[in-house]
């Protein structure tokens, strides 16, 4: 498997506190079978001071101690990038960092309001070759509101990723519903970690993955783990998702 969000890099952001944290993430990791993890730190959120060059060089030497230290797990680069208003215009002055510098991104949406102009800015940004997958909507206040809001995005182009832990029921009964109906309708390209600790959040993917297989069979689950993640990593498209409607939810906890 492959994990293409993972806050692993240490002392970045809130992800791995040191590198021995980032050392035993990796060993967690490769005992559930993952070969491969995208270092994926904050980007462009206000809260951390990260920038392309700084989450390079680390990314560089965390893959140098990987290799020191003898753990066989590969480790591309990339960033958990905010959707700021001028995103396009940060791509074009070298500011942006995509997964493996290749055409694929992930974009965390902000969590509370939207921009009125979400799709035209997905359009705008596929239109200049940067294909956005969005992180855990599962996990956003306004589009578990409305999850519409999610499958126009994905009818504009863009790609879904939702979080394990989301899957497995642990960000709570809201998320647990709409990660599930996402993958029942085909509005799922990724599972990811988003691992940010040894701990609570730590890089696990085996239980989510094993529930989706429950749910679509292990062909089309492992989609959501090995063969996208490898087309992002090759640079091969991906098939988008048209998501007509989601499966009804249940009433008693929607207000
Ligand atoms: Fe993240």
């Not at 995103?87 to 992930?106: C, I, V």
């Not at 879904?160 to 497995?168: E, F, G, N, P, R």
Request: charged share 20%; aromatic share 6%.
């Amino acid at each position: 498997m492959i994990d293409i969000h993972c806050h692993i890099l240490p002392g970045l952001d809130d992800g791995a506190d040191d590198a021995e944290e980032t050392l035993e993430m990796c060993r967690l990791a490769l005992s559930e079978g993952v070969t491969a993890i995208f270092a994926t730190p904050h980007l462009f959120q206000g809260m951390f001071s990260t920038d392309r060059s700084l989450i390079l060089s680390v990314f560089e030497k965390t893959r140098n101690m990987l290799e020191e230290e003898g753990i066989p797990l590969k480790l591309y680069p990339g960033s958990d990038l905010h959707l700021v208003p001028d995103l396009l215009e940060r791509f074009a002055q070298g500011k942006g960092l995509t997964l493996n510098h290749g055409k694929y991104f992930l974009l965390e949406l902000p969590s509370r309001v939207l921009p009125q102009n979400l799709n035209g800015m997905i359009f705008d940004l596929i239109s200049n070759g940067y294909i956005p997958i969005i992180t855990h909507p599962e996990r956003n206040e306004v589009i578990l509101r409305k999850p519409s809001i999610l499958l126009q995005m994905l009818s504009v182009g863009a790609l879904c990723q939702i979080t394990a832990m989301s899957v497995t029921g642990e960000f709570g009964k809201e998320s647990e519903w709409l990660s599930r109906a996402l993958i029942e309708a085909g509005g799922v390209h990724f599972i990811a970690s988003d691992a940010h600790s040894t701990g609570r959040r730590s890089p696990s993917l085996l239980p989510a993955l094993q529930v989706a297989e429950g749910q679509v069979g292990k062909e089309q689950a492992r989609r959501f783990v090995v063969e996208n993640p490898e087309a992002v990593l090759a640079g091969e498209p991906i098939e988008g998702a048209v998501v007509e409607a989601l499966p009804r939810r249940k009433r008693f906890w929607l207000f």
